[in-house]
């Protein structure tokens, strides 16, 4: 399906080159300090979950491929909350656990990110709830992913639909972790600048074509 998909194949190596460019990230920053150990490790938990998003959406498995992103789109959050305040970070990986969970729960994280950004909308509130609903929670809403035409399907299924969504939602979810993880890596290292432009090159005419 992908194969003769001209929109489909663009997505699948734009999907490539974003995974191959937090790869290259992650072994290219130095971890001298528990914080970046920490924060490399929520990089890697996002590479994780792209790559078994791609693996299940490509199987015919959506719903989990759905909870993967969901798990890639939390780590990215917070990635973008320690990059803007470092001392948060400490705080995070410090806490005791119930502390933690009160301070930085996902919707914590989302408000947080709205008033660095100087906005008040619901976009990160939106997607998380898209992805609970469909993915990583139990509704009755969820089962038409894997209910196509009210037919329920026990194990994967081949499905044009769900497989176009998902992919859509999988590289505009890493585009944006790629983002996030690039601005932890120090932009002084040979190794780090070359990756980003090699990815830049290949984002840019996908960009052109998809997100204009």
């Not at 509704?139 to 038409?144: D, L, M, S, V």
């Not at 690039?182 to 780090?192: E, I, K, T, Y």
């Amino acid at each position: 399906m992908i194969a003769d998909s001209t929109d489909l194949l663009a997505h699948q190596r734009m999907i490539d080159a974003a995974l191959d460019t937090i790869d290259e990230l992650i072994r290219a920053t130095p971890y001298d300090t528990r914080d970046d150990l920490v924060a490399l490790r929520l990089a890697t938990r996002c590479f994780n979950d792209a790559a078994a998003a791609l693996r299940l959406v490509r199987c015919g498995y959506f719903q989990p491929s759905l909870a993967m992103i969901r798990d890639m789109m939390e780590c990215r959050l917070l990635l973008d909350l320690f990059n803007r305040q470092p001392q948060r970070l400490a705080e995070w990986h410090t806490l005791p656990e119930a502390d933690r969970k009160a301070r930085f729960s996902p919707p914590k994280v989302r408000i947080a990110l709205e008033a660095l950004d100087g906005t008040k909308g619901k976009k990160h509130q939106e997607d998380y709830s898209m992805f609970s609903k469909f993915g990583a929670h139990p509704t009755p809403e969820g089962f038409t992913v894997i209910s196509p035409n009210n037919m329920t399907n026990i194990g994967a299924f081949p499905d044009m639909r769900l497989l176009t969504a998902i992919l859509e939602e999988l590289v505009r979810e890493l585009i944006q972790a790629v983002e996030v993880i690039s601005g932890h890596a120090p932009n002084d290292a040979p190794r780090v600048v070359g990756a980003k432009i090699d990815y830049l090159q290949r984002l840019r005419p996908w960009r052109k074509e998809y997100n204009p």
